[in-house]
Nanobody, 123 residues
Framework: QVQLVESGGGLVEPGGSLRLSCEAS????????MGWFRQAPGKEREFVAV????????YYEDSVKGRFTISRDNAKNTVYLQMNSLKPEDTAVYYC????????????????WGQGTQVTVSS
């Protein structure tokens, strides 16, 4: 079992930055690939980024490439999402998820989920 808790969301102006964190419980964090997803009101949950177990491989959804960076610190059981140059269309609830398999972009394939953190980009 892996329990995930996200933090770091908030209200930010367009062009601003936020860093989301997702802390995992358990001693097997380093065995899981970690993904970030987001869900805007009235829309389906969508893939944002994923990082492999050791942090050496990452993959991003096209609209966030060059603006968002996923990273992890296995000593702290934490995965991060640094979001720069934020746009109003980035507004959503952001979720982290864990799965033993790297590279999954479909939400239904992930075994474990956090409760989400709200990100609002508005002036």
């Amino acid at each position: 079992q892996v329990q995930l808790v996200e933090s770091g969301g908030g209200l930010v102006e367009p062009g601003g930055s936020l860093r989301l964190s997702c802390e995992a419980s358990g001693r097997t964090f380093s065995s899981y690939a970690m993904g970030w997803f987001r869900q805007a009101p009235g829309k389906e949950r969508e893939f944002v980024a994923v990082i492999n177990e050791r942090g050496g491989r990452t993959y991003y959804e096209d609209s966030v490439k060059g603006r968002f960076t996923i990273s992890r610190d296995n000593a702290k059981n934490t995965v991060y999402l640094q979001m720069n140059s934020l746009k109003p269309e980035d507004t959503a609830v952001y979720y982290c998820a864990a799965d033993p398999v790297f590279g999954l972009v479909t939400p239904g394939r992930y075994d474990y989920w956090g409760q989400g953190t709200q990100v609002t980009v508005s002036s």
